[in-house]
C-alpha cells in the first residue's frame, strides 16, 4: 500500500523521508510550491498553486486513490484538517474524521462539547449584529469577537467600550464569527501527543503576556518542570477536554487554558496539531522530541522516540512581534551558547507593518537553563542585548526594543 501526504511546509520544516526512513511502503506528496523542486525519491510528488483554496486537491487525491489506493492521509497544517478528514470519511481510512476535525476545529462546536467537563466563558455563535447585543446586554463588556476557525489570533479583538462596539457595528460584523466573555488571568499552554483520547506525552507552558498582547508586546513562553503542581494540574484539564471531545484518533496537540485570580482553570481552545510560534521547537530543545516527526511515525505505526524521564534542563521561546517603522539594525547571530535556535525573520532596511497573528514575528529565540530562576536570568541578559543591538526607525524618531516590555509582565 502507501501513503498519501498533504502538506503545505517547506522542505526544510517537514523532512517526511527521513522521518520515514523505516517505512516499507511507497509515499505520495501532494504539496505547494513552498516545499520547492525535489529529487527526493517520493512515489509521486504533485504540487497544487493556491494550496489553502485550491480544491483540486481533494479531487485529484480521490482519482489517485482509484488507481493507486492508499491507506493513510497524513496533514499537518491546521487549515488541512478539515480537507483530509473528508477524503478519509469518504474513503473509509483511518484517522481523524469529519466530527473530531470539525470539533478541533470550529470553536464554537468545541465550547459546545467542552463545557460539560470544564469550565468555560460564556460563547455564542454569531449569526447577527443582534446576537452580539444581546450577549453584551447580558453579560457585559469586555468581551472577545474572533473567527470561530480561526488560528493565531488572527481577526481576534477585545471589545472593552460601548465606542469600540459601535466600531464593530458600523464596520459590519462579518460572518463565521463567535462571542465570548473575556477571562481576566494568566494564559497557559500544553502541548503534545495523544492517541485516541489517551495524552502520551506533554509539555506545558506559560506565557508572560496576557491574552492577545502578543499581538503588541513582546512575549516569553517558558516551559514547566514536569510534576510541578501547575504542570500536573494542566494535564489533567486537558485530559478533561480531549476526552470530552471525538477522537481524533493520533495527533498532536495545542491547548490554552486560561489560570483565574480565583485559581480557577478556564478553557479557552484547543487544535488537533502541533503549536507553531517556535513553540514546538522549544519543546524539542527541552524533551528532545519532534512532535511533528512522532506524530507521522505513530499515524503510519513506526516505533516512537518519547522522553522516558524528566528533562534535565528547562527552555523557552522569546518572541518579538512586528510593529509599524523600518529595521534599522538587526543582529544576524546572538553570542550566547544557551540560545539553541535563534530565527531573525525581518531584513535591515524592512518595513514593517503591525502584527496580524501571534507568529507574526521580528524574531524569535529559544533559550535553556538549568531552572526557572536561570532561564529566567538569561532572559534578562538577552533582552538586555537585544535593546542594544535591534532598532526600529518609526515615522520620525528612532526607537530601541525595551528589555521593560517583558520583564515588567512576569
Known amino acids: 500500500m502507501a501513503v498519501l501526504i498533504l502538506?503545505?511546509?517547506?522542505?526544510?520544516?517537514?523532512?517526511?523521508?527521513?522521518?520515514?526512513?523505516?517505512?516499507?511502503?511507497?509515499?505520495?506528496?501532494?504539496?505547494?510550491?513552498?516545499?520547492?523542486?525535489?529529487?527526493?525519491?517520493?512515489a509521486l510528488v504533485q504540487v497544487f498553486d493556491n494550496w489553502v483554496t485550491n480544491d483540486r486537491v481533494e479531487i485529484d487525491a480521490l482519482r489517485l486513490y482509484e488507481d493507486h489506493p492508499y491507506r493513510l492521509i497524513i496533514a499537518l497544517d491546521e487549515s488541512d484538517l478539515i480537507r483530509a478528514a473528508r477524503l478519509r470519511d469518504r474513503l473509509h481510512l483511518p484517522g481523524q474524521r469529519l466530527d473530531s476535525a470539525t470539533a478541533y476545529r470550529d470553536k464554537a462546536v468545541m465550547k459546545s462539547l467542552v463545557r460539560q467537563s470544564v469550565l468555560c466563558p460564556a460563547f455564542r455563535r454569531l449569526d447577527s449584529p443582534l446576537h452580539l447585543y444581546d450577549f453584551v446586554l447580558e453579560h457585559g463588556l469586555p468581551v472577545v469577537v474572533k473567527p470561530v476557525d480561526g488560528?493565531?489570533?488572527?481577526?481576534?479583538?477585545?471589545?472593552?467600550?460601548?465606542?469600540?462596539?459601535?466600531?464593530v457595528w458600523e464596520r459590519g460584523l462579518g460572518s463565521g464569527l463567535m462571542v465570548e466573555a473575556y477571562v481576566e488571568g494568566e494564559m497557559y499552554e500544553i502541548d503534545g501527543l495523544m492517541m485516541g483520547q489517551e495524552i502520551r506525552f506533554a509539555s506545558a507552558g506559560k506565557y508572560s503576556c496576557k491574552p492577545l498582547e502578543i499581538l503588541q508586546q513582546d512575549c516569553f513562553v517558558e516551559l514547566l518542570s514536569p510534576g510541578c503542581a501547575v504542570y500536573e494540574?494542566?494535564?489533567?484539564?486537558?485530559?478533561?477536554?480531549?476526552?470530552?471531545?471525538?477522537?481524533?484518533?493520533?495527533?498532536?496537540?495545542?491547548?490554552?487554558?486560561?489560570?483565574?485570580?480565583?485559581?480557577?482553570?478556564?478553557?479557552?481552545?484547543?487544535?488537533?496539531?502541533?503549536?507553531g510560534g517556535r513553540i514546538s521547537e522549544s519543546v524539542s530543545a527541552m524533551y528532545g522530541v519532534n512532535l511533528n516527526r512522532e506524530w507521522v511515525r505513530a499515524q503510519c505505526g513506526l516505533q516512537l522516540k518519547l522522553p522516558a524521564s524528566s528533562p534535565p534542563q528547562v527552555a523557552g521561546v522569546y518572541l518579538m512581534p512586528k510593529r509599524p517603522g523600518t529595521v534599522k539594525t538587526i543582529p544576524q547571530t546572538l553570542p550566547f551558547e544557551w540560545v539553541?535556535?535563534?530565527?531573525?525573520?525581518?531584513?535591515?532596511?524592512?518595513?514593517?507593518?503591525?502584527?496580524?497573528?501571534?507568529?507574526?514575528?521580528?524574531?524569535?529565540?529559544?533559550?535553556?537553563?538549568?531552572?526557572?530562576?536561570?532561564?529566567?536570568?538569561?532572559?534578562?541578559?538577552?533582552?538586555?542585548?537585544?535593546?542594544?543591538e535591534v532598532q526600529i526607525l518609526p515615522a520620525l524618531k528612532e526607537v530601541a526594543w525595551s528589555e521593560a516590555s517583558v520583564i515588567g509582565r512576569k
Open 7 to 42: 502538506n503545505q511546509r517547506r522542505r526544510a520544516f517537514a523532512p517526511y523521508l527521513s522521518w520515514l526512513e523505516d517505512l516499507d511502503e511507497e509515499v505520495y506528496l501532494y504539496t505547494s510550491p513552498a516545499y520547492g523542486e525535489t529529487t527526493e525519491p517520493y
Open 151 to 167: 488560528m493565531g489570533s488572527m481577526n481576534t479583538e477585545i471589545i472593552w467600550t460601548p465606542e469600540q462596539l459601535n466600531e
Open 233 to 275: 494540574r494542566l494535564v489533567h484539564e486537558v485530559q478533561q477536554v480531549i476526552e470530552a471531545l471525538p477522537s481524533p484518533g493520533v495527533s498532536t496537540f495545542h491547548c490554552e487554558m486560561f489560570h483565574t485570580p480565583e485559581d480557577e482553570w478556564v478553557f479557552c481552545e484547543i487544535a488537533s496539531r502541533t503549536a
Open 340 to 388: 539553541k535556535e535563534y530565527v531573525p525573520r525581518v531584513r535591515e532596511g524592512e518595513q514593517l507593518d503591525a502584527a496580524h497573528s501571534s507568529v507574526d514575528a521580528v524574531m524569535t529565540v529559544i533559550i535553556v537553563g538549568g531552572d526557572s530562576v536561570s532561564l529566567q536570568a538569561r532572559l534578562s541578559q538577552l533582552l538586555q542585548y537585544l535593546e542594544r
